[in-house]
């Protein structure tokens, strides 16, 4: 399967084979199977029901909340989403799991098939789903060192999970990033979960393998409940080079469930895997199938938000930017918005498609603060954009507007530019003459242009806007200098 040629980039001559498991938690007020609460950072077993504590006659009632999520993310990737689909259980023993089982979905998910689509450097990428199915979350272990006991919080058992499964299909911890990202912008795109990586609301597991080019696929580790992009990335590259180090090493990789530490940049086997086989999987005979009729499918469909994909190719037709900008600028619904209305404004989409990706989107990493905070309304930008085309200002003294803007210094573009001195150099006469001085100051310069030296003449076009303080229009230096030159 999938042998045949590398699709990314070979590290040490090894091909990486990366799929995901991402156990994403559904924004419902109450669990998948009670009526407790889901809500994160309550006392202890306040949150539980009968159903989530296990007792004994305790039945399950299926939330529909949480199908209903399940359906808008399988419209949301395309997928199929089935007519009938089967919980099961799935067993095993552990403390926080009081049934002995967890409610799951195995042979028939209610989510089959779909994908998700993204870029990566620019290239465009399609990651394929194989199912996401609906399932419980289980209960947690609270170990209070200080008295040296552990305890059992089940306020978290029953929290509904969407699983999302792909197919072995990354090939780099570049591609796996972009794809994480992808698959968390579109699930906070359409409310089905908040997202926050901290409290736990977007697990991610990397089943990690490494293979010679042509080769079958080799055998995999899974790393666990990756919580941070950053973390994601450093785990998987450590995890491929430590792979191949064993195999160069001359030993086989076992199957393994890992995880990793932040602190020591490493991952750590916790177990060896178990197969499907030993979780002794059947269908839950206290619920019976899931069943999803084609007008509950239709209805949502009509009902449900522009997705980032869609919003993505009216941007590309609406206002003519290239299909990555759309790509970007459709991070979040905020940012279309602040694009869309400062193109509106500015009537330049390119532009301010520009300055979004660019500038604001620095400026906002820097800050740590999202679109929404940003301190440069989009009127602003658009603002800023038309001094620019207007060729009040260059582009460069627009970013010194902008900076000024961003940090409250100012508020008015056109009080700015006045104190900072920025207006543009439209007086040709005054920029000749500066640009005389130029080339008369810098003879070496000018000798190894005429020898035919391009460098030399980026050299001489810098010295002019020194000389001008930053308030040319480049293009005209560059145009006079040729003149001069010629
Ligand atoms: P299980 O049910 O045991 O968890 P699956 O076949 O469902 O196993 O696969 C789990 C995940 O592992 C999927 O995302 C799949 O794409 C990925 N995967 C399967 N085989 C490999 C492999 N050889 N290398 C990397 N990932 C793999
Ligand atoms: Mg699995």
Known sequence: MQAGRPTGPLVQGYEVIIGFETHTQLTTQSKIFSRASTAFGAEPNTQASAVDFALPGALPVMNKGAVQRAIEFGLAVNAHIAESSVFARKNYFYPDLPKGYQIS???????????????????????????????????????????????????????????????????????????????????????????????????????????????????????????????MQQAIDYEVRWQIEQIEDGHAIQQATVLFDPDTGETRSM???????????????????????????????????????????????????????????????????????????CKNPKLASNWLMGEITRRLKGDEISIEDAPVSASQLASLIRRIADGVISNNAAKQVFEALWTGEEQDIDAIIDAKG???????????????????????????VKAGNAKAMNALVGQAMKATKGKANPAQVNELLKKKLA
């Open 422 to 448: 920025l207006t543009q150099m439209s007086d040709t006469g005054e920029l000749e003459k500066i640009i005389d001085d130029v080339l008369a100051a810098n003879a070496k310069n000018v000798g190894e």
């Open 105 to 231: 979905q195995f042979e028939i998910p209610v989510v089959q098939g779909g994908a998700v689509e993204f870029f990566l450097d620019g290239e465009k990428k399609s990651v394929r789903l194989v199912r996401a199915h609906l399932e419980e979350d289980a209960g947690k272990s609270l170990h209070e060192d200080f008295i040296g006991q552990s305890g059992i919080d089940l306020n978290r058992a029953g929290t509904p999970l969407l699983e999302i499964v792909t197919e072995p299909d990354m090939r780099s911890s570049a591609e796996a990033v972009a794809y994480a990202k992808e698959l968390h912008k579109i699930v906070t795109w359409i409310g089905i979960c908040d997202g926050n990586m901290q409290e736990g609301s977007f697990r991610c597991d990397a089943n990690v393998s490494v293979r010679k080019p042509g080769a079958d696929l080799g055998t995999r580790r899974e790393i666990k409940n990756l919580n941070s992009f950053k973390f």
């Open 271 to 345: 177990r060896t895997k178990e197969d499907a086989a030993d979780y002794r999987y059947f269908p839950d005979p206290d619920l019976p199938p899931l069943v999803i009729s084609r007008e509950w499918v239709e209805k949502t469909s009509s009902a449900m938000t522009e997705l980032p994909r869609v919003m993505a190719t009216r941007l590309v037709a609406a206002w003519g930017i290239p299909e990555y900008d759309a790509s970007m600028l459709t991070q979040s619904k905020a940012m279309a918005a602040y694009f869309e209305s400062a193109a509106d404004a």
